[in-house]
């Protein structure tokens, strides 16, 4: 698509920098697709020196700029300080959930594919069932953190205000160390996804359960310990009004409620299962 309206590109990672007319740039791989005709600047995040990934002892800090590649590559690398993060296995799924080329997978970004707040956004899946905590960066040179649960608020829509950037999301060392469970569903093998569910049961045994794709913004139930299966359809029927399901090509809001109800109780029994008995049974 054209965006002749440009006039400069500008190296900034500085949102006083911000103007009416500007849009932050990161891979474009969106931006580049749908085009425009008002924008008249773009202000180049790219080379702001971000270090992709950095492991630190309360979690794992992923950089707005951090490719697609890069998280992918990382997760078949792990630092021996990340060990023990188990719930690091969802990284490849969720990059696979793209089903996207090389060449899309090497520019585009994980901050990115988040504030771009498609349903099927599987950055979004990923670091909000992790409990990630996105740190966004203010034209006022404030700054603040806000759970990725409540960054996305809709389909295409984000709670960051005119010139705010998405900086990075933070996944708690907590929630690395958990067991996870993920199903994914879409109407075609190659296609966007429908249904993307990510369960995981954290150190303490309580059970979280992150909804994506299916609905319009992620919806996360969180339990003290793994329920049962009446216990969890009731309450996917209360944090999930039948509005909040999305409608697309890629699939009808009846199929979206029925396949997320059957697929989380999947999980919910996978993750209810005694895993050393799963390890003996192997």
Known sequence: MDINTITDLVPTADPAHWRPGDAWLGGGTVLFSYGSQSLQRLLDITRAGWEPLTVREDGLEIAATCTVAELYAFAGDLPAAAADWTALEL??????????SFKVWNVSTVGGNICTALPAGPMTSLTAALDGQALVLSPDGTARTQPVTELVTGDGQTSLAPGELLRSVTLPATALQARTALRRLSLSNLGRSGVLVIGRVDPDGAFILTVTASTVRPVQLRFGSVPGRAELR???????????????????????????ERLSEEIRAELAADPQAREAAQ
């Not at 990284?91 to 996207?100: G, N, Q, S």
């Open 91 to 100: 990284l490849r799924p969720c990059c696979d959930a793209f089903v996207a």
């Open 234 to 260: 009731a309450a996917l029927d209360a944090a999930i009004e039948f509005p909040l399901y999305h409608d697309d090509v890629h699939g009808l809001p009846q199929w979206r409620q029925y396949m997320t």
